[in-house]
């Protein structure tokens, strides 16, 4: 079998690595960290203009016609310049509202407006009563990337026959406001739901393809992330100079900078495998999907720690962009589940 991309998918991601130096680069990403907005207009409106956000729609329905495994090729770029703004919430609430029949409703995100998925550990952290012939929703989920910004909220909630897939229309009043978070290049919000009106997009199989893309697309951006550490790192190497020699030549940065290409290798596998099983719908999908966010959510934080000590006291300082990297793989380690709840998932399915 080729596991190689295909030529479309090759170029998707040099398109995309190329629009992404162009408006995400490392001046840029501080400009928004800086101005703490959360998101960059600019890159939003080209990332539209675009389509990236429809790459897994039907062109009849308005998108790419393209598939998981090239939403993994974007992310990956996005994860490799820390880009900011909700571009993988967005992606993933579409693809739930595809999947659900409310074409409508994903054509408003397709076009420019924000999604956001509200989702927690907790299965009834947010529960979903029905009068009337209508849903109402109540609880808080964890904080919830892009909620203070979103058009359409998708939402895990519990119902009486288990746990529901529903869709909310976030108006002005009803936003969260923006909180403090680690990593921000992204917004981070509240969701507190008092009985606000909710339309049901399914029942646990929805919500099991919603975790399942959502850990595959946080494990592709992880590996974007950690990619961009690896060669950050092997070119600095190559440059500082310790006693006369560049310190890549040292036994042991040697060692740890091979550490860090086979994790990164390792990611690539598990993370690809999960995009073409959820992709394909494959009887699998659950199980590589959990592989992948356990392994690139453990690989990525031993990544992240040998890139600080490949750059020793520079790496720990807010002018290096090595903490860009670092936050948003911490922040993307636990959504949809960090790697022991993922394990214990593995467990179950597996029957043991």
């Given at each position: 079998?080729?596991f190689?991309?295909?030529?479309d998918?090759?170029?998707l991601?040099?398109?995309?690595?190329a629009?992404l130096?162009g408006?995400?680069?490392?001046?840029?990403v501080?400009a928004?960290?800086?101005?703490?907005?959360?998101?960059?207009?600019?890159?939003?409106?080209?990332?539209?203009?675009q389509g990236w956000l429809?790459?897994?729609?039907?062109?009849?329905d308005?998108?790419?016609g393209?598939g998981?495994v090239?939403?993994?090729?974007?992310?990956?770029?996005v994860?490799?310049?820390?880009?900011p703004?909700?571009i993988?919430p967005?992606?993933?609430?579409?693809?739930?509202l595809m999947r659900?029949?409310?074409?409508d409703e994903?054509?408003r995100l397709?076009?420019g407006?924000?999604?956001?998925?509200?989702w927690?550990?907790?299965p009834?952290a947010v529960?979903a009563e029905?009068?009337?012939g209508?849903w109402?929703?109540?609880?808080?989920?964890?904080?919830t990337?892009?909620a203070?910004?979103?058009?359409?909220?998708v939402?895990?909630?519990a119902?009486?026959?288990?746990?529901?897939?529903f869709?909310v229309?976030?108006?002005e009043?009803t936003r969260?406001?923006r909180?403090?978070?680690?990593?921000r290049?992204r917004?981070?919000?509240?969701?507190?739901?008092d009985g606000e009106?909710a339309r049901?997009?399914g029942?646990?199989e929805?919500?099991?393809?919603?975790?399942?893309?959502?850990?595959?697309y946080a494990?592709?951006?992880?590996l974007?992330?950690a990619?961009r550490v690896l060669?950050?790192?092997t070119?600095?190497?190559?440059d500082r100079v310790q006693f006369g020699?560049?310190?890549?030549?040292?036994?042991a940065v040697k060692?740890?900078?091979?550490?860090m290409?086979?994790?990164v290798?390792g990611?690539r596998s598990t993370a690809y495998?999960a995009?073409?099983c959820v992709?394909a719908?494959?009887?699998?999908?659950?199980?590589a999907?959990s592989?992948a966010?356990?392994?690139?959510s453990?690989?990525?934080k031993?990544?992240?720690g040998?890139g600080?000590?490949?750059?020793?006291g520079i790496?720990?300082?807010?002018e290096?962009d090595?903490h860009?990297?670092l936050k948003r793989a911490?922040a993307?380690?636990?959504h949809?589940?960090d790697a022991?709840?993922?394990?214990?998932?593995?467990?179950?399915?597996?029957?043991l």
């Amino acid at each position: 079998m080729n596991f190689e991309l295909s030529e479309d998918q090759v170029a998707l991601r040099d398109g995309a690595r190329a629009l992404l130096h162009g408006y995400a680069s490392p001046v840029q990403v501080r400009a928004v960290v800086d101005a703490d907005a959360g998101a960059d207009a600019v890159l939003w409106q080209a990332i539209v203009e675009q389509g990236w956000l429809g790459v897994a729609v039907g062109e009849r329905d308005g998108g790419l016609g393209f598939g998981s495994v090239e939403v993994a090729v974007l992310l990956e770029e996005v994860g490799r310049h820390a880009a900011p703004g909700p571009i993988a919430p967005t992606i993933l609430a579409i693809d739930a509202l595809m999947r659900a029949g409310a074409g409508d409703e994903a054509a408003r995100l397709v076009a420019g407006e924000v999604g956001s998925v509200a989702w927690s550990r907790e299965p009834d952290a947010v529960r979903a009563e029905e009068a009337n012939g209508s849903w109402r929703l109540t609880g808080q989920p964890a904080p919830t990337v892009a909620a203070p910004s979103a058009a359409l909220v998708v939402v895990v909630a519990a119902t009486s026959e288990g746990p529901g897939l529903f869709v909310v229309d976030a108006g002005e009043s009803t936003r969260p406001g923006r909180e403090p978070a680690m990593d921000r290049t992204r917004e981070l919000g509240w969701c507190r739901f008092d009985g606000e009106p909710a339309r049901r997009l399914g029942g646990e199989e929805a919500v099991s393809a919603l975790v399942d893309r959502g850990a595959t697309y946080a494990a592709a951006e992880m590996l974007g992330g950690a990619s961009r550490v690896l060669d950050l790192s092997t070119e600095y190497a190559k440059d500082r100079v310790q006693f006369g020699r560049p310190i890549g030549s040292f036994q042991a940065v040697k060692h740890r900078c091979a550490d860090m290409l086979v994790d990164v290798e390792g990611m690539r596998s598990t993370a690809y495998w999960a995009a073409w099983c959820v992709s394909a719908d494959d009887p699998d999908a659950s199980i590589a999907a959990s592989t992948a966010k356990i392994w690139c959510s453990d690989a990525s934080k031993r990544v992240m720690g040998s890139g600080l000590q490949v750059h020793g006291g520079i790496g720990f300082t807010w002018e290096h962009d090595l903490h860009f990297f670092l936050k948003r793989a911490k922040a993307n380690a636990h959504h949809f589940g960090d790697a022991r709840w993922h394990r214990a998932k593995v467990a179950n399915l597996a029957g043991l």
